[in-house]
């Protein structure tokens, strides 16, 4: 049985299509010939769609082209499977190094998605799944990549209701503001035992070639088992190949502004 499907919707999807055979852009009347529309139909679809960012229009030469929509959207999806595929092999290094359960974060709409996720080796390990979601005040690495999203939505999260998952769960957006803060100047995150009793961790950024915080690598551990001595040898293993993972993505040392 076949969806239903939504016309403007359809000839949007389609009209998108044509980009991929047109490296120059397209025309009204390429469109109006390629997908059979009507002169005023595609005309008012090319003007809207170009109004809203979706396409580009060139007065000179009268194509439409990527708009900077398009473009933007292609190029979180390009990062988001950079990052994966990029770090996947060091991750495996990583976990087989400290022999502790590695996983690779990325922050979308006020949530931290698990874009990667590699098993300690151990018999008895924490497992956390590849395509995992988590609130960014608790953990590691949520608060990592909370600490560096733009100043507007770092406020609107920190006005909103932060949930308690334990007694350490940061639920006092004052408190949580100045954790954020050390953790961004640092460069290091901590989970004492916010998620779950009896589990900490520690999340260290990868970088794109701007400098900017793309992702986190971080590694979850039975709290009992790791001394200040061991936790902060995890730290520069964690550290050493987080700036591996971000050289071998372009990043070159300093951060650029755009």
């Known amino acids: ?8 919707i359809d000839k949007m999807h389609r009209i998108f299509l ?14 109006i010939k390629e997908l059979e529309l009507s002169k005023a139909t595609a005309f008012r679809m090319l003007t809207h769609l170009a109004a809203l960012g979706y ?5 000179s030469s ?5 708009g900077p929509i398009l473009i933007s959207l292609g190029n979180h999806a390009k990062n988001r499977i950079d990052l994966k595929v990029t770090a996947h092999s060091f991750l495996i290094e990583l976990a087989n190094e400290v022999e502790e359960t590695v996983k690779l ?6 949530t931290i998605f698990v874009l990667d996720s590699i098993e300690s080796p151990k018999r008895m ?34 006005n909103g209701t932060l949930e308690s998952y334990t007694e350490y769960t940061y639920t006092d957006p004052v408190r949580l503001r100045e954790v954020l803060t050390k953790i961004k100047e640092d460069n290091i995150s901590f989970d004492h035992e916010e998620e779950s009793l009896g589990i900490k961790a520690i999340a260290s950024p990868v970088l794109d070639e701007l400098g900017n915080v793309i992702g986190a690598v971080s590694i979850p551990y039975l709290a ?6 061991k936790e902060k040898e995890l730290i520069d293993i964690l550290s050493r190949y987080t700036a591996t993972i971000s050289s071998a993505i372009g990043y070159r040392g300093e951060k650029i502004d755009e």
């Open 125 to 158: 390990r924490i497992v956390v799944d590849q395509g995992a979601y988590f609130p960014p005040h608790i953990g590691a690495a949520g608060k990592l990549l909370l600490a560096n999203q733009e100043q507007t939505v770092l406020e609107e999260y920190l």
């Open 1 to 8: 049985m076949h969806e239903p499907t939504v016309p403007a």
């Open 55 to 59: 396409l580009e229009y060139e007065n």
């Open 105 to 110: 974060s990325i922050y979308r709409d006020d």
């Open 18 to 31: 044509l980009l991929m055979r047109y490296d120059q852009g397209f025309t009204l009347t390429e469109v």
């Open 224 to 229: 009992h088992v790791y001394d200040d001595k």
């Open 62 to 66: 009268s194509r439409y082209s990527l």
